[in-house]
């Protein structure tokens, strides 16, 4: 938006050179007036600043995100800084647009007042070559290294670094994708159509400005949103997949032993086990593996834990999972160095350490990042701090809708018991998904309505100077529908090729994370989301550009030919 404000102000800048103004005067006028401006812009934005982190922070409380002891604070050192990072990166934009303007000769400054200046800077050039590298990095690194939930934690990152390329390649791109989609604008719009292809080419630079907040804004969205989809489906088939549990015995209080050993005793039944389920990490000996950023924990009851988990012991026996013992996955185990009989220190959802004997090896499917622990051991380093659940397995010649009819008449006599099919658990599953990927979607509201924001300003202003060039236009026997028509295919070309450009970003890391986790090229979630995205972003750059060029064509033509730009 600097940039672009300054380039509209070269024929003043221009003026102020031939009259003996210095460039470092210039470049003076420029930071100070950006300085003003920054300031009172910064301390304008600090009350909605605070009452929209209290709103968000009530929302991230409200879905269990935050916990209930916390409480909203915002102190003045966030404020300081963001306030200093505003100013400070006003302060670079401006004085990087106004480099050229304050650094050409007064004679030159005059006549090149109406040309564009080169195509992109050697800086630019550079930081987009940076990030576009950077995002190339993390790619990799998502689909070779990193595996399970946590593609999100590399993967989101590299769908900001691409696209942030991608819209700092600007200026080429939109030479690029100009020329792809001038034939059918020109077929199209015909006289309207080749006005149109015509100042897109001449003025690419304006056309630039925009087209790096419409990348962004498609980009960021749907990546963002496909990747969290995707992994979320991957998530819930490995869950689903590991899941060999028929049915859910539900406790109001708690479930103690000698229930599990009743159940587990019944006919048709393969094998019971509580179920307590937290997240923890391993502390010793240390692990460098993804897993080690959060580690799932479940407990189970040694007698049948066999039957309800996914698991090949290797080494060691479940049965022996009694006290402060633990089960490993061999592969985890050989990476940390552990063998059966060995200690290792686990740091539990309780913020607490507990020091636990390898019992078993296991072999499981890849995403398999769990440790077994015994119910009870894991059940006191819960909020609960006991088990609330049984997960029943039926045997070969029982049918899972007769085990439930089954337990449901056994533990009728007992109260405060329930039982239910597996679904229970997917349920719960998806409801704790939903809840944790909310933070992802205020994330990505908040850098769509940036980018949205924006392309708003840009284009308003662009356009609002063009006031002249359309009074010109007029005089020389364009109506001025013609001209509102010329300016829609403008803004047509600017949404079509953003989006275009913010897709091919995004694809370089959905189509390998989807091939990945899937084994399908399309990423999962629901096609309406890309759609829904491509749409607003069109209604969006085609109400900023053609709103300002109404208002802008509104006096006669030849008022507005006399404009001084």
């Given at each position: 938006m600097l940039g672009l404000s300054i380039a509209q102000r070269r024929q003043d800048l221009a003026l102020l050179r031939a009259v003996g103004a210095t460039p470092r005067q210039l470049r003076k006028l420029i930071s100070r007036e950006t300085l003003l401006l920054s300031v009172v812009a910064t301390a304008l934005a600090y009350f909605p600043g605070q009452f929209l982190g209290e709103f968000v922070f009530d929302r991230l409380a409200e879905r269990g995100i935050a916990a209930d002891g916390v409480v909203f604070h915002q102190g003045w050192i966030p404020a300081v800084a963001a306030m200093a990072v505003a100013i400070l990166a006003a302060l670079a934009g401006a004085l990087g647009a106004g480099r050229r303007a304050s650094r050409i000769k007064p004679a030159q400054a005059l006549t090149e007042?109406?040309?564009?200046?080169?195509?992109?800077?050697?800086?630019?050039?550079?930081?987009?070559?940076?990030?576009?590298?950077?995002?190339i990095a993390l790619t990799i690194v998502t689909i070779a290294v990193i595996s399970g939930p946590l593609t999100p934690a590399t993967g989101a990152p590299a769908v900001i670094l691409l696209a942030i390329g991608f819209a700092l390649l600007a200026p080429v791109l939109t030479k690029v994708t100009t020329f792809a989609v001038q034939w059918p604008v020109r077929a199209l719009g015909g006289v309207t159509g080749q006005l149109a292809v015509l100042n897109a080419r001449g003025h690419s630079g304006r056309l630039a400005a925009v087209m790096g907040p419409v990348i962004l804004l498609t980009a960021?969205?749907?990546?963002?949103?496909?990747?969290?989809?995707?992994?979320?489906?991957?998530?819930?088939?490995?869950?689903?997949?590991?899941?060999?549990?028929?049915?859910?015995?539900?406790?109001?209080?708690?479930?103690?032993?000698?229930?599990?050993?009743?159940?587990?005793?019944?006919?048709?039944?393969?094998?019971?086990?509580?179920?307590?389920?937290?997240?923890?990490?391993?502390?010793?000996?240390?692990?460098?593996?993804?897993a080690n950023e959060g580690w799932t924990l479940k407990g189970v009851t040694a007698e049948g834990a066999d039957a309800i988990t996914p698991v090949e012991v290797t080494a060691g026996d479940i049965a022996d999972l009694h006290d402060d013992t633990v089960a490993v996955e061999h592969q985890h185990a050989d990476r940390l160095g552990v063998d059966i009989g060995d200690t290792i220190t686990l740091r539990m959802g309780d913020n607490t350490t507990l020091h636990?004997?390898?019992?078993?090896?296991?072999?499981?499917?890849?995403?398999?990042?769990?440790?077994?622990?015994p119910a009870d051991t894991l059940a006191a380093h819960t909020t609960d701090g006991h088990a609330k659940r049984i997960l029943v397995k039926a045997d070969e010649h029982t049918d899972p809708e007769r085990l439930i009819a089954d337990l449901t008449e056994v533990t009728s006599a007992a109260g405060g018991l329930t039982v239910a099919g597996r679904d229970v658990l997917l349920e719960e599953y998806d409801d704790q998904k939903t809840t944790a990927n909310f933070a992802i979607y205020i994330m990505v509201l908040m850098i769509a309505g940036y980018a949205a924001i924006t392309v708003i300003n840009t284009l308003a202003s662009s356009t609002t100077a063009r006031r002249r060039e359309f009074g010109l236009q007029r005089l020389a026997g364009s109506t001025r529908g013609q001209v509102l028509r010329m300016v829609g295919l403008e803004g047509?070309?600017?949404?079509?090729?953003?989006?275009?450009?913010?897709?091919?970003?995004?694809?370089?890391?959905?189509?390998?994370v989807s091939l990945k986790r899937l084994d399908s090229v399309l990423p999962a979630g629901s096609p309406w989301v890309y759609v829904s995205t491509a749409a607003l972003t069109v209604l969006l750059t085609l109400g900023a550009i053609l709103?300002?060029?109404?208002?802008?064509?509104?006096?006669?033509?030849a008022e507005a030919a006399l404009t001084i730009e």
């Open positions: 007042v109406s040309v564009e200046g080169k195509l992109i800077g050697g800086g630019r050039l550079l930081l987009a070559v940076l990030f576009l590298a950077a995002g960021v969205s749907t990546g963002m949103l496909y990747l969290q989809t995707t992994n979320d489906e991957a998530g819930r088939r490995s869950f689903a997949d590991t899941l060999v549990a028929d049915a859910v015995v539900t406790a109001q209080d708690r479930v103690d032993a000698d229930l599990v050993a009743r159940i587990d005793d019944l006919p048709g039944v393969a094998g019971a086990s509580a179920y307590v389920s937290s997240v923890g990490f391993i502390e010793h000996p240390e692990d460098s593996s993804p636990v004997r390898v019992a078993a090896l296991f072999a499981a499917q890849d995403d398999y990042d769990t440790l077994l622990l047509a070309i600017l949404a079509v090729s953003g989006i275009a450009l913010g897709t091919v970003a995004v694809l370089g890391i959905l189509v390998p709103l300002p060029a109404w208002r802008a064509t509104r006096d006669r033509p």
